[in-house]
């Protein structure tokens, strides 16, 4: 199966940080978008968050394929007088700073329009352009916190849990990268530019749409949508199990060997299961010790109910049907080595061989963006000695 590469001859510059941001603009490169990321000399920070191997950790490498790094001081006069060359002639312009950061450096969205009308900005926040807590930093963690996200992730301990993947930078990015693409959609039948504004307090907020609005409707108490739902204990792991429609918890009875509960009218429709959980789960619990997590996703496949073992990474990537379906591929990253890269759905299967799969080295294309610009050597010497600019080492 093959895709098109439909942004192949769209420009965007690159100057966010972390995750969101940059794993917008890496979903921009699968699809053939030329991507040049301006990096501080120290590197974008995600490339220490965790243990390093070469010049990334897993975050930033799969965050950053397929883009080219240089690496700028924008604090000085020839680090800043490239970034405003480089956004004077870019289709997107992204960033990921609190808000007034890039006026400072001349690099606003009134800045860039003056002098590249058509650009199309994306400002990825933490809380977005307006209000009492924009100049606030916000991280994954925060926004989970802020939002309430934490609320309904709460363990046996009954304290509110962060998710164990930064979710909210992830649909972040993809609110960005779906506002992008409709953006430049748009421009094919006109010219002007617009401005993007992608929060993670928005993002994480919108994801949870109809929790939010369940929490209104039942005065800040819902009901469980789906009781029984959840993840049990078995003889020897876990298996998660869910209901989506009422027959379902009729099949899983019988196939539990508790037949008698599908008749009993203190679990005859979700509501009232909802209800009558504190008697209604222990006796799931119990049955389910009686076998392997393996052995009741057989028995609960066959009975129709919607369940799975809990898997683990390493369960995932060597099931058949993982295997059979190409889900990910092997790559080299250079100081990595070989690491499992997973297909992003819809775009074209990876090839385990091309090296514009890569996540770049801090400052590997300075140089070769800067000639491409028509900076001769003397010049970009200049720029290096002043400090402006810096290039990338060979990884370890």
Known sequence: MSYEKPFANLKVLDLSQGYAGPYCAGLLAQYGAQITKVEPPEGDWARSLGRIFGDHTTISMTANRGKKSIA??????????????????CDVFMEGFRPGVCARFGLSYEDLRK???????LSVSGYGQEGPYADQASTDT???????????????????HRFGHFIVDCVTALYAYQALSTAIYARRDEAAGRFIDCSLMQAAAAVQTSKIADFHLEDGNPTANNAPAG?????????????VKEEQFKQMCPALGLAELADDPRYDNFAHRAANMDTLKPTIQNALMAHTAAEWGERFQEAGVLAHPVASYGDWMADPHVVANKAFQMMSQPGMGPVPLVQIPGTAMIDPNDPDQQAPRLGEHSRQILAAMGYED??????AAQGAVHFGTDPE
Request: negative net charge; glycine residues 10%; proline residues 5%.
């Open 231 to 243: 993840s049990y204990n078995t003889k020897d792991g876990f298996i998660a199990i869910t209901l």
């Open 378 to 383: 003397e010049k970009i010497a200049d720029l």
């Open 72 to 89: 700028l001081d924008l604090k000085t006069p020839g680090g800043l007088a490239v970034v405003q060359e480089l956004a004077a002639d």
């Open 115 to 121: 002098v590249n009308p058509g650009v199309i900005y």
């Open 142 to 160: 925060v926004a989970q916190a802020f939002s309430g996200l934490m609320s309904i992730n709460r363990g046996n301990d009954d304290i509110p």
